[in-house]
């Protein structure tokens, strides 16, 4: 499996399953956290995840592989008070998430853009 669909995988595992034992089969045992609001290993995010709202919703979108970094273009709901656009970038080391950073942004429909275009294409390549 390459880098880029094994992230995806992990991820879906995580966000859409919401499995907490991907955290063991993906993640390396020092995972490194960029997230300023999240603190580094995989113990935090084992906490996290069960206790996302019951509407909370992630899509993966556009997903692209430069060697060891993969980055998923993604839509989360239930994250924040509105729908959040993100890019999750993700370092592979040994065959398992290493490292994490993000930049989200609060997602604004085509109708209220300056130029017509969404946000996310729901798209996975």
Do not use: C
């Amino acid at each position: 499996m390459d880098n880029k669909q094994f992230v995806l995988t992990a991820i879906t595992d995580v966000f859409v399953k919401r499995d907490i034992t991907a955290f063991d089969k993906y993640f390396d045992s020092n995972y490194k956290q960029h997230n300023p609001q999240i603190p580094n290993g995989i113990a935090p995010l084992k906490q996290m995840i069960p206790n996302l709202p019951v509407n909370f919703k992630y899509e993966p979108g556009i997903v692209a592989e430069n060697g060891e970094y993969v980055m998923i273009h993604g839509r989360y709901e239930g994250w924040g008070e509105k729908p959040m656009i993100a890019v999750d970038i993700f370092k592979v080391t040994n065959g398992k998430i290493s490292e994490h950073w993000d930049v989200m942004q609060e997602e604004i429909t085509a109708d209220k853009t300056a130029n017509g275009n969404a946000m996310f294409p729901i798209l996975v390549n």
